[in-house]
T-cell receptor, first 117, second 112 residues
Framework: SQTIHQWPATLVQPVGSPLSLECTVE??????LYWYRQAAGRGLQLLFY??????ISSEVPQNLSASRPQDRQFILSSKKLLLSDSGFYLC????????????????FGPGTRLTVT | GNSVTQMEGPVTLSEEAFLTINCTYT??????LFWYVQYPGEGLQLLLK?????DKGSNKGFEATYRKETTSFHLEKGSVQVSDSAVYFC???????????FGAGTRLFVKA
């Protein structure tokens, strides 16, 4: 069966420090991968998505970046964190056949809670 | 563009009360519709889905019917439990789409 992992689970970082969040998926090949941010008490904001290795689409211009160095690994990074980067970061995957006639639901990881101080 | 609008929360109910969370959408073509649930401190998980008009999705006592004529997908449950306390997201996926569009979420509190 497929599983999705995110780490770390929680993180407290000072303003101006770098960030690296990791997401990995097991049990599937060539998934579509997504990064979302959820501010406290708010909805989901799509940050990046990827349909293949090295292919990244950015939804929101900001000081975050994403990379996909391996098929089932998705990394969210920042060189200098801002206070407004605090939130709950969620990674999700969809079978690689997404975009075709079958409507697949998204499978979410457990999330990383980031607090920027 | 595609969009989802759901009722603002929080919604507070007593145990065994009837639940309705309204969701309406705007989309071109015939999207698929979903309800996701997020328990405190966790990621989202699929609750139910419907892929064509008049389909009824159901799971764990929750139901929602895809109404093309009213562009709605309201979530209902006949008798809520304290364990149903969570945030509920209505979502839409357009035909052939890569990105799911989520509503803002509705927080439900159920009191014993």
């Amino acid at each position: 069966s497929q599983t999705i992992h995110q780490w770390p689970a929680t993180l407290v970082q000072p303003v101006g420090s770098p960030l690296s969040l990791e997401c990995t998926v097991e049990g599937t090949s060539n998934p579509n991968l997504y990064w979302y941010r959820q501010a406290a008490g708010r909805g989901l904001q799509l940050l990046f998505y990827s349909v293949g290795i090295g292919q990244i689409s950015s939804e929101v211009p900001q000081n975050l970046s994403a990379s996909r160095p391996q098929d089932r690994q998705f990394i969210l990074s920042s060189k200098k964190l801002l206070l407004s980067d605090s939130g709950f970061y969620l990674c999700a995957w969809v079978p690689g056949l997404a975009g075709g006639p079958v409507p697949y639901e998204q499978y979410f990881g457990p999330g990383t809670r980031l607090t920027v101080t | 563009g595609n969009s989802v609008t759901q009722m603002e929360g929080p919604v507070t109910l007593s145990e065994e009360a009837f639940l309705t969370i309204n969701c309406t959408y705007t989309a071109t073509g015939y999207p698929s519709l979903f309800w996701y649930v997020q328990y405190p401190g966790e990621g989202l998980q699929l609750l139910l889905k419907a892929t064509k008009a008049d389909d009824k999705g159901s799971n764990k006592g929750f139901e929602a019917t895809y109404r093309k004529e009213t562009t709605s997908f309201h979530l209902e449950k006949g008798s809520v439990q304290v364990s149903d306390s969570a945030v509920y997201f209505c979502a839409l996926l357009g035909p052939g789409g890569f990105k799911t569009i989520f509503g803002a979420g509705t927080r439900l509190f159920v009191k014993a």
